[in-house]
Nanobody
């Protein structure tokens, strides 16, 4: 059974940083591209970033380019999202995904 467990969210002031983690199990993590998506209050899912199976290729939605960094540790079956210079509009529940499968999410709130 595929399991994705996100962690690392919280309340942070504008300009602050957080590092999200996603622990994966139930599949060969190193064989799959992975993604982060988010859902802001009252809105639909928004794609944030993707990384290929080896970690050598990454891509980001325009609104987070230069502020967020996606990475992975295939030895530990873990996906990361380093988020810097956070803005109130980054407030959302963040999910890691394998295809259409996602975890329970972790809440990120950016507020003063």
């Amino acid at each position: 059974e595929v399991q994705l467990v996100e962690s690392g969210g919280g309340l942070v002031q504008p300009g602050g940083s957080l590092r999200l983690s996603c622990a994966a199990s139930g599949f060969i993590f190193s064989s799959y591209d992975m993604r982060w998506v988010r859902q802001a209050p009252g809105k639909g899912l928004e794609w944030v970033s993707s990384i290929d199976s080896g970690g050598g290729w990454t891509t980001y939605t325009d609104s987070v380019k230069g502020r967020f960094t996606i990475s992975r540790d295939n030895a530990k079956d873990t996906l990361f999202l380093q988020m810097n210079s956070l803005k109130p509009e980054d407030t959302a529940v963040y999910y890691c995904t394998k295809g259409v499968i996602r975890g329970q999410g972790t809440q990120v709130t950016v507020s003063s």
